[in-house]
């Protein structure tokens, strides 16, 4: 399953973007829970992926998520949602993050273009101070009306 590839370490993910970065190409970062995937998250993913040549996507490790939205969360474990996101062809990788916010992933990445779901606004969003440093953009998409985790998992548990 080739896909699974797209799971990277840090390691491999800094690696990676240097390589990128050689050969001129736009690396996009976001990152979220990803916590049962639905075509809201499609879209966004797929729109995020538009801006560059590659789509890094940090995502939550299951203890951040806990720590984040409480002890019943995530629904879905860390290797799960990090396969199903690998298994989509708008994202090119994927990074775990254990830590509350992606700051330091972002600091190792240095993306071109930093992306969040449109109920943040650009100067809210976590390392945008360092990608606008960097010269690079900080963009806030518009979210897709009437999908939610959280909704499904609140239907799921009537």
Same mark, same amino acid.
């Given at each position: 399953?080739?896909?699974?590839?797209?799971?990277?370490?840090?390691?491999?993910?800094?690696?990676?973007?240097?390589?990128?970065?050689?050969?001129?190409?736009?690396?996009?970062?976001?990152?979220?829970?990803? /916590?049962?995937?639905?075509?809201?998250?499609?879209?966004?993913?797929?729109?995020?992926?538009?801006?560059? /040549?590659?789509?890094?996507?940090?995502?939550? =490790?299951?203890?951040?998520?806990?720590?984040?939205?409480?002890?019943?969360?995530?629904?879905?474990?860390?290797? #799960?949602?990090?396969?199903?996101?690998?298994?989509?062809?708008? #994202?090119?990788?994927?990074?775990?993050?254990?830590?509350?916010?992606?700051?330091?992933?972002?600091?190792?990445?240095?993306?071109?273009?930093?992306?969040?779901?449109?109920?943040?606004?650009?100067?809210?969003?976590?390392?945008?101070?360092?990608?606008?440093?960097?010269?690079?953009?900080?963009?806030?998409?518009?979210?897709?009306?009437?999908? =939610? =985790?959280?909704?499904?998992?609140?239907?799921? +548990? +009537?």
């Amino acid at each position: 399953m080739r896909y699974l590839d797209k799971i990277m370490t840090w390691e491999q993910a800094a690696a990676k973007r240097k390589k990128l970065a050689a050969e001129g190409r736009r690396v996009v970062f976001t990152n979220g829970c990803f /916590d049962l995937l639905h075509p809201g998250h499609l879209r966004y993913l797929t729109e995020a992926r538009d801006l560059g /040549d590659f789509l890094m996507v940090g995502l939550n =490790s299951d203890r951040s998520i806990s720590k984040l939205k409480g002890p019943l969360r995530p629904m879905c474990p860390e290797p #799960v949602r990090a396969e199903m996101l690998a298994g989509l062809a708008a #994202v090119d990788a994927v990074v775990v993050f254990g830590q509350d916010t992606p700051l330091e992933l972002i600091s190792l990445i240095r993306p071109d273009i930093l992306v969040k779901g449109g109920d943040w606004k650009p100067e809210q969003i976590v390392g945008s101070d360092i990608v606008l440093a960097d010269g690079g953009q900080v963009r806030s998409l518009l979210l897709a009306e009437g999908f =939610s =985790s959280t909704d499904l998992i609140e239907r799921i +548990r +009537r």
